[in-house]
C-alpha cells in the first residue's frame, strides 16, 4: 500500500522538485569553505591517527574516519565539477 497520491501519475519529478526552497538550490560560498575546513581537518585528522596508531586493533576504525573523510573531498570535488559548489566559475 503507498501513501496517498504517491502512485498518481500526476506526481512529476518537476512537481516535487517545485515543493524545494529556492534557497536549497543557490550555493553558499560560506557554507562551501565551511565544508573545506571540516573534511581539510578531518583528513589531516585521519592521517593523524595513522601515524599516531597507540594500538593494532584501533587501525580498522582509523581507516574507516580517514576514508570517510577522503570521501568528502570526492563530495566537494563532485559538486565543483556540476558547478554547485560556487556561484563563481574560477572557483568551481
Known amino acids: 500500500m503507498t501513501p496517498a ?3 498518481s501519475p500526476t506526481l512529476t519529478l518537476q512537481a ?3 515543493t524545494i526552497p529556492r534557497a536549497c538550490f543557490r550555493p553558499d560560498a560560506w557554507k562551501a569553505t565551511q565544508m573545506v575546513g571540516i573534511s581539510l581537518l578531518a ?3 585521519g592521517y593523524g591517527l595513522l601515524l599516531w596508531n597507540p594500538s593494532p586493533w584501533l587501525l580498522p576504525f582509523f581507516w574507516v574516519f580517514t576514508g570517510t573523510a ?3 573531498w570526492f563530495v566537494i ?3 565543483c565539477g556540476h558547478r554547485s559548489f560556487s556561484s563563481r566559475t574560477w572557483v568551481n
Open 5 to 7: 497520491g504517491l502512485d
Open 16 to 18: 516535487v522538485i517545485r
Open 43 to 45: 583528513a589531516v585528522m
Open 70 to 72: 577522503l570521501t568528502g
Open 77 to 79: 570535488g563532485h559538486d
